[in-house]
T-cell receptor, first 112, second 115 residues
């Protein structure tokens, strides 16, 4: 079982729709959760962090965390073509000195 | 302010050669991380520095890989006797402090190609 799992996609949504990206993790002791956006040929860019159960909103982005289900998600409202990228889920496991463990990413395509 | 910078942006070398990759973190960030990303994969942790010392080097694949951060700022990742399997994008990240609640910010990466 991979430590962090994501559906590789591509996830295709029309412009203006809500994109829902999902991530599960295996270590119940994981304490911090991050979403990074990565455009092709570029490095990861941090877009959201979440540390406690519930929702965290920042502009068009909402991160949701459910530690009981070991599940974290990212919602993108009013999706734009510029949101087309790979979205990487990353966790910090307890006792791992803050190193990030990444999933393989979900490729999002926002169509016109 | 300036973000994390990495040099060179691209490095092509021959199998068996030695390479050095440089990372300049965000000013004032005490924690520095190296990751490696292969095509279609998420970044994989290599090593983490808190200040000048390597706090966790558990991700270094073998003893051909070594990293230093002598003055607690700039870091250099050194790879000896490069192999074709070392080809990847090497990413550096920094954060203000260590610990699980600190966000890491990535540099643009160095694309290493070993022929």
């Amino acid at each position: 079982q991979k430590e962090v799992e994501q559906n590789s996609g591509p996830l295709s949504v029309p412009e203006g729709a809500i994109a829902s990206l999902n991530c599960t993790y295996s270590d119940r002791g994981s304490q911090s959760f991050f979403w990074y956006r990565q455009y092709s040929g570029k490095s990861p860019e941090l877009i959201m962090s979440i540390y406690s159960n519930g929702d965290k909103e920042d502009g068009r982005f909402t991160a949701q965390l459910n530690k009981a289900s070991q599940y974290v998600s990212l919602l993108i409202r009013d999706s734009q073509p510029s949101d087309s990228a790979t979205y990487l889920c990353a966790v910090i496991r307890a006792g791992t000195a803050s190193k990030l463990t990444f999933g393989t990413g979900t490729r999002l395509q926002v169509t016109l | 302010g300036a973000g994390v910078s990495q040099t060179p942006s691209n490095k092509v070398t021959e199998k068996g050669k030695y390479v050095e990759l440089r990372c300049d973190p965000i000013s004032g960030h005490t924690a520095l991380y190296w990751y490696r990303q292969s095509l279609g994969q998420g970044p994989e942790f290599l090593i983490y520095f808190q200040g000048t010392g390597a706090a966790d080097d558990s991700g270094l694949p073998n003893d051909r890989f070594f990293a230093v951060r002598p003055e607690g700022s700039v870091s250099t990742l050194k790879i000896q006797r490069t192999e074709r399997g070392d080809s990847a994008v090497y990413l550096c990240a920094s954060s203000p402090l260590a610990g699980g609640y600190n966000e890491q910010f990535f540099g643009p990466g160095t694309r290493l190609t070993v022929l």
